[in-house]
């Protein structure tokens, strides 16, 4: 596609219900990195998928937290028994390369958990 | 924390202006990068910065690195309303991925 597609762009669930958040990349873009920004702060990183290698989760907050990338293309991020700390703006970029170019971002799907 | 620091928070200026914002990290790095963010969703590249280059222009916009003191900044000349964003520096963590400042809020006043 022309952009980065995330979806939904809203979410709202109740405590301790599970969440699934999806990113579509640019075709052909190899990288595709999550980072969740709460509000009025800056972004942290979750997960970066490049190619076929090992993701690197680091980022990933806790174990309720997970994601994947089918056939190097779209990716889900999925957040297990939400709380109310994981409101917050996820975002999606993708790159062709892993730095050169900078990120292309996505418009963010807001999660609020009441 | 390897976020980086921007300052200020936040900058308020009449249209016209200039407005600086100052990016400070703490580690080595190659390059760097500036991101403009409108009503808190998406980011978008504004430009980059090599570790070998002290000054870069892109329109309106003029980035500068200094790696010895470990700081960058970004001047948006002739401000205009539309301005109106928060804005990013971004500088890499290892080989692959980035880590964002703070953010700087500027607000240009019509």
């Known amino acids: 596609g022309a952009g980065v597609s995330q979806s939904p762009s809203n979410k709202v669930t109740e405590k301790g219900k599970d969440v699934e958040l999806r990113c579509d990349p640019i075709?052909?873009?190899?990288?595709l990195y999550w980072y969740r920004q709460s509000l009025g702060q800056g972004l942290e990183f979750l997960i970066y998928?490049?190619?076929?290698?090992?993701?690197?989760k680091s980022g990933l907050p806790s174990d309720r937290f997970s994601a994947e990338r089918t056939g190097g293309s779209v990716s889900t991020l999925t957040i297990q028994r939400t709380q109310q700390e994981d409101s917050a703006v996820y975002l999606c970029?993708?790159?062709?390369?892993?730095?050169?170019?900078?990120?292309?971002f996505g418009s963010g799907t807001r999660l609020t958990v009441v | 924390s390897q976020q980086g620091e921007e300052d200020p928070q936040a900058l308020s200026i009449q249209e016209g202006e200039n407005a600086t914002m100052n990016c400070s990290y703490k580690?080595?790095?190659?390059?760097l990068q500036w991101y403009r963010q409108n009503s808190g969703r998406g980011l978008v590249h504004l430009i980059l910065?090599?570790?070998?280059?002290r000054e870069k222009h892109s329109g309106r916009l003029r980035v500068t690195l200094d790696t010895s003191k470990k700081s960058s900044s970004l001047l948006i000349t002739a401000s205009r309303a539309a301005d109106t964003a928060s804005y990013f520096c971004a500088f890499p963590s290892g080989t692959y991925k980035y880590i964002f400042g703070t953010g700087t809020r500027l607000k240009v006043l019509a």
């Open positions: 998928f490049q190619g076929n290698s090992a993701p690197d």
């Open positions: 580690t080595s790095i190659n390059n």
């Open positions: 970029a993708s790159s062709l390369d892993t730095w050169i170019d900078g990120y292309t």
């Open positions: 910065i090599r570790s070998n280059e």
């Open positions: 075709s052909g873009h190899t990288a």
